[in-house]
């Protein structure tokens, strides 16, 4: 990984702030972003989530949120992404989530500069927007794990709540058994009525 950190912190720049969001393409379910201030000294593994197994996810996930300076999540809903697009309600989600930025006591932390996975935001704070930055930069990797893992556990819970359509499996992504289930079934309420206009196509 690219030491995109070390050039803020040479600049005495502490507090740098990895953002990620994860369930941006799903069908079904919130886009939830994930914003991570780590310390100096890195946890070992860490990686794009992705190209992480489950378990690995789980693991690094517990590291990240015990180590970390602060972490915030922002969660924006189906309803809303399909009034306003998924683009803006990623990066309110995104700016959602700085706004939440909680150290373990607490207190809000106000970081001193945003590293963004390919998104620019409407933001005063320093930003600065990476592609693949999720494979590229420790503090993104970090939001990607945190984004993942607590989305994946909330795919767990709606999969309850609507028990037959394996959000637990698939995620709300749009999977061929997906498309089989919503084809048989029709759509829940959390899934995003906008990304479902050419269903009619899927027979």
Same mark, same amino acid.
């Given at each position: 990984?690219?030491?995109?950190?070390?050039?803020?912190?040479?600049?005495?720049?502490?507090?740098?702030?990895?953002?990620?969001?994860?369930?941006?393409?799903?069908?079904?379910?919130?886009?939830?972003?994930?914003a991570?201030?780590?310390?100096?000294?890195? /946890?070992p593994?860490?990686?794009?989530?992705?190209?992480?197994t489950?378990?690995r996810r789980?693991?690094?996930?517990?590291?990240?949120?015990?180590?970390?300076?602060?972490?915030?999540?922002?969660?924006?809903?189906?309803v809303?992404?399909d009034?306003?697009?998924?683009?803006m309600?990623?990066?309110?989600?995104?700016?959602?989530?700085?706004?939440?930025?909680?150290?373990?006591?607490?207190?809000?932390?106000?970081?001193?500069?945003?590293? /963004?996975?390919?998104?620019?935001?409407?933001?005063?704070?320093?930003?600065?927007?990476?592609?693949?930055?999720?494979?590229?930069?420790?503090?993104?990797?970090?939001?990607s794990?945190?984004?993942?893992?607590?989305r994946?556990?909330?795919?767990?819970?709606?999969?309850?709540?609507?028990?037959?359509y394996?959000?637990?499996?698939?995620?709300?992504?749009?999977t061929?058994?997906?498309?089989?289930?919503l084809?048989?079934?029709g759509?829940?309420p959390?899934?995003?009525k906008?990304?479902?206009?050419?269903?009619?196509?899927?027979?």
């Amino acid at each position: 990984m690219i030491e995109i950190e070390k050039n803020y912190y040479d600049k005495g720049l502490d507090l740098v702030c990895g953002i990620d969001e994860v369930g941006r393409g799903c069908l079904f379910g919130d886009v939830v972003a994930a914003a991570v201030i780590m310390p100096k000294t890195r /946890i070992p593994g860490v990686n794009d989530s992705k190209k992480l197994t489950e378990l690995r996810r789980a693991e690094l996930y517990d590291k990240i949120l015990s180590s970390c300076v602060a972490y915030g999540i922002g969660i924006m809903d189906s309803v809303t992404i399909d009034k306003i697009n998924i683009k803006m309600a990623t990066h309110l989600a995104m700016l959602l989530a700085v706004q939440n930025l909680r150290a373990k006591d607490g207190s809000k932390v106000d970081p001193n500069v945003l590293l /963004i996975d390919a998104e620019h935001l409407e933001t005063d704070i320093p930003q600065e927007s990476i592609v693949k930055g999720d494979e590229k930069v420790y503090s993104i990797a970090c939001a990607s794990i945190v984004a993942k893992v607590y989305r994946d556990r909330l795919c767990e819970k709606w999969g309850k709540e609507y028990p037959g359509y394996e959000i637990e499996k698939h995620k709300g992504y749009g999977t061929k058994k997906h498309r089989e289930i919503l084809l048989e079934k029709g759509p829940t309420p959390h899934h995003r009525k906008s990304f479902l206009k050419n269903m009619e196509n899927w027979k």
